[in-house]
């Protein structure tokens, strides 16, 4: 494949029509139709559906688009990078991270981390789905108990863990007693298994609140709704000021906070630096880490 032609199909991608590509890089227009058409016929399918005034993808260049576009970038800085002398990250940096780290922790991770390296322009989504990151194009995603995935490699930030919580005048319930809960909409537990300094026990719970943020549902609890089992690093200064009680330590596997990245490219200097930064921010990679790291915001 020609990748100058690959260049140009990318280009005019991006920025929606040959007119604007060929004004946003000083080329003739005439040169990036003729480059695309050249593609579209060494591949054998049309890239571009071509209107009188517009220009829009086809299923065949989406993907072509989506697959390609990190990795002539990646090229892009790699000749960049040597050109200068160096290894200064530079570039776009796309991260997917998780809604309660991403409140916690990163917002005063990135700002951080665009002031040591102004070249890159980070751009963080915010989402809990598992993305696809080889196909949606990110560098690198943060994610909790991910699934085992060959095409990604990784390291653990910080492993937290679940404890049930309730506000102080809420008692710890009598055997055979149900104790109002406030659960996430997936949950459908009627019960927790717990740990705690008498030994282990089950509670018997009945959901009388269900909310779509863990926050939330700290908060419901603070506001004593009803118990509710939640990471130590969101509850940590409210147990420790007395604003809620610990039942007691799930009894389950830790929670396991992941930063990965495709294991079949070299891991540029952009995405290595933010991992080293992560790596500062949890040097131990301890639930009281994220914890004391996000009330130091506050």
């Known amino acids: 494949m020609d990748l100058l032609a690959l260049a140009d199909f990318n280009l005019v991608a991006r920025h929606g029509g040959f007119g604007r590509a060929a ?22 399918v049309r890239l571009f559906e071509r209107g009188s005034h517009t220009l829009k993808l086809t299923e065949e260049g989406r993907a072509l688009f989506e697959r390609t576009e990190t990795l002539l970038t ?52 915010t989402e809990d789905r598992a993305v696809d990151m080889v196909e949606e194009g990110y560098d690198l995603v943060i994610r909790v108990n991910p699934d085992p995935d060959e095409r990604l490699v990784g390291r653990v930030l910080i492993r937290d863990r679940l404890v049930a919580v309730a506000h102080p005048d809420l008692p710890l319930p ?98 290595s630096a933010l991992l080293d930064l992560l790596k500062e921010s949890f040097p131990e990679g301890q639930a009281e880490e994220l914890a004391a790291f996000a009330g130091g915001g506050r």
């Open 174 to 271: 009598a055997l055979g007693e149900t104790a109002p809960a406030v659960f996430r909409p997936s949950s459908d537990a009627t019960g927790w298994d717990l740990v705690t300094p008498r030994g282990e026990m089950r509670i018997a719970v009945d959901p009388v609140l269900r909310l779509g943020a863990l926050t939330m549902v700290r908060d419901a609890v603070r506001a004593g709704t009803g118990a509710a089992m939640l990471p130590f690093s969101l509850v940590a200064d409210d147990l420790r000021d007395g604003a809620l009680v610990s039942w007691g330590n799930a009894k389950a596997p830790p929670i396991e906070i992941w930063a990965l990245y495709p294991s079949r490219r070299l891991l540029s200097s952009k995405v």
């Open 23 to 44: 004004r946003a890089a000083d080329r003739p227009k005439a040169t990036l139709s003729r480059r695309v058409g050249e593609l579209e016929a060494s591949l054998g």
């Open 74 to 125: 990646e090229l892009d800085e790699a000749a960049a990078s040597i050109a200068s002398g160096g290894d200064t990250p530079r570039g776009r940096l796309r991260v997917s991270a998780p809604m309660l780290f991403s409140q916690m922790a990163l917002g005063r991770i990135a700002a951080e981390f665009v002031k040591r390296y102004p070249q890159v322009r980070l751009d963080v989504t």
